[in-house]
């Protein structure tokens, strides 16, 4: 976006500010020196963030939230998580959150209120790149504003991402390798893991078949020793690159694994599409079905959405039901 477009916008949103009497909430006229900053580069732009921010705004449902918790900053405001999980919070983060104020949107789940944060007095706006773009002038006006982009495959994209930009890189690099030898040691208990098909019921009678390369789950068990099937070159469907393939209800035949391992949302869509899934005329034909094991995860906390804590979750859920089948 050219300097000029940003500059007027910026004094545009500030006159606005201003009218509302917002505006002395963000900047006084004897408002103390400026803090020393870092350059941070991001999605959207370079952005001066201050050394040590201390009241961090998170605008984004897709692990901002859960990912400064972990690097050990509790932020004042962040947009809630209740059109997708009934929730304001993800369970796993929802009593260290206790204290987060919970932001009003201006039109979809995404779309901040300015005034909302604006209120808040921020010195630092973390938010997704999609959710954000369209605002980013007006909230770069606010406060010191970073676009963190979302990997649905890898939760420590984000964080990377998030720690970045409050320099705190050794804490997520922490908080990864804890994660990572928890994650060796708990899938070790499964012994010989054999063949595996992971699926998610997205609705509308469609189901996603996913490979290493397209979930966490998926390439958990494939590093522990499990083969994932089927495979993207054997599988009848439309692939999405190499991480899934699109199947209807007459190719459900194609989970052959030994074990199934079954993501699905939470919320009524989820419900439905889980029944979708268990209700198809083939499920009950399946090789794993019969046998009895069948795995069930959050697919929210799955892809990242609820951060690393949420990977735990799903690491325990994994693991503790996967023993339970082991002893049948």
């Not at 604006?118 to 959710?131: H, K, M, N």
């Not at 939760?155 to 970045?164: D, N, P, Q, Y």
């Given at each position: 976006m050219p300097s000029t477009v940003l500059d007027a916008t910026r004094r545009e949103f500030l006159a606005i500010l201003a009218t509302s009497g917002l505006l002395t909430a963000c900047a006084t006229a004897d408002q103390p020196t400026a803090p020393a900053t870092r350059t941070v580069r991001h999605p959207l732009g370079?952005?001066?963030?201050?050394?040590?921010?201390?009241?961090?705004?998170?605008?984004d449902r897709r692990a901002a939230l859960p990912h400064l918790l972990a690097l050990g900053v509790t932020p004042v405001g962040a947009l809630t998580y209740e059109s997708i999980i009934g929730t304001p919070f993800p369970p796993g983060v929802a009593?260290?959150?206790?204290?987060v104020a919970i932001l009003p949107v201006a039109g979809n789940a995404d779309d901040p209120n300015l005034e909302a944060v604006?209120?808040?007095?921020?010195?630092?706006?973390?938010?997704?790149?999609?959710?954000?773009?369209?605002?980013?002038?007006?909230?770069?006006a606010i406060a010191p504003t970073v676009a963190v982009d979302v990997d649905f495959t890898d939760?420590?994209?984000?964080?990377?991402?998030?720690?970045?930009a409050l320099g705190r890189e050794a804490e997520a690099e922490a908080v990864i390798g804890a994660f990572d030898e928890r994650r060796v040691a708990r899938l070790k208990e499964l012994g010989e893991i054999g063949e595996v098909s992971v699926v998610l019921s997205i609705?509308?009678?469609?189901?996603?078949?996913?490979q290493p390369t397209g979930s966490s789950v998926a390439r958990w068990l494939a590093a522990a020793g499990g083969r994932i099937v089927p495979d993207i070159a054997s599988s009848t469907g439309e692939p999405y690159g190499d991480e899934h393939v699109l199947i209807s209800p007459e190719n459900i035949g194609?989970?052959?694994?030994?074990?199934?391992?079954?993501?699905?949302?939470?919320?009524?869509?989820?419900?439905?599409?889980?029944?979708?899934?268990?209700?198809?005329?083939?499920?009950?034909?399946?090789p794993a079905v019969r046998a009895g094991r069948v795995v069930k995860v959050n697919s929210q906390a799955s892809v990242g959405s609820y951060g690393f804590q949420g990977y735990d979750s799903v690491l325990d859920a994994l693991v503790d039901q996967w023993t339970v089948l082991g002893t049948r």
């Open positions: 370079t952005t001066e963030v201050p050394l040590t921010p201390t009241r961090v705004v998170a605008l009593e260290q959150a206790r204290d604006a209120a808040l007095r921020p010195d630092l706006v973390i938010g997704w790149t999609g959710g954000i773009e369209e605002k980013y002038p007006a909230l770069s939760a420590s994209v984000g964080l990377h991402a998030i720690a970045a609705g509308g009678q469609q189901f996603r078949i996913y194609q989970l052959t694994g030994d074990t199934i391992v079954v993501m699905h949302n939470t919320g009524a869509a989820g419900e439905v599409a889980l029944a979708e899934l268990e209700g198809s005329p083939l499920w009950p034909t399946l």
